[in-house]
């Protein structure tokens, strides 16, 4: 089982109700089940925007895994984005996930690369509308940071 980090998303959670629970700084919530077409299935919650200290997946109260917060770095995150041709290339220092969305003019948001680690990342960026915003979320696997950056 792998908790992947957390992501800002304005969205419901998918999938079927289930018999987990995911708990969130103490607080309860329902988890939902997709099953995707390798038969692995993946748990959705929907949870407040917050720097967590600890989230736990539950079913029938019994603890299946959990994650708690450890020290925070000290600075702010840094972000340095260029396009390359049909690229976008990432570096980043601060926290070690990283994951990028395009947020074009009418609001459509596109991911284009979830959960990345190590510190640089090269993002395709075939098929977009030309402006809109790059948004950034970084996370330490339980907050998330986001920063929007014009395209």
């Known amino acids: 089982m792998v908790f992947n980090p957390p992501l800002w998303l304005r969205a419901a959670p998918e999938g079927r109700a289930s018999p987990y629970r995911l708990e969130v700084d103490g607080l309860s919530l329902p988890v939902y089940l997709l099953e995707d077409s390798e038969g692995t299935l993946h748990f959705q919650a929907l949870a407040p925007v917050a720097p967590f200290r600890r989230i736990a997946l539950l079913r029938d109260g019994a603890l299946l895994k959990e994650r708690v917060q450890g020290p925070r770095p000290q600075a702010e995150p840094r972000v340095e984005l260029r396009e390359e041709g049909l690229s976008l290339v990432v570096r980043w220092q601060g926290d070690p996930f990283l994951s990028v969305f395009h947020v074009a003019g009418d ?45």
């Open 107 to 151: 609001g459509t948001r596109t991911a284009l690369g979830l959960w990345h680690t190590g510190g640089e990342a090269r993002l395709a960026l075939q098929n977009l509308p030309p402006g809109g915003a790059f948004e950034v979320q970084l996370s330490d696997g339980l907050g998330v940071r986001r920063q929007l950056f014009p395209r």
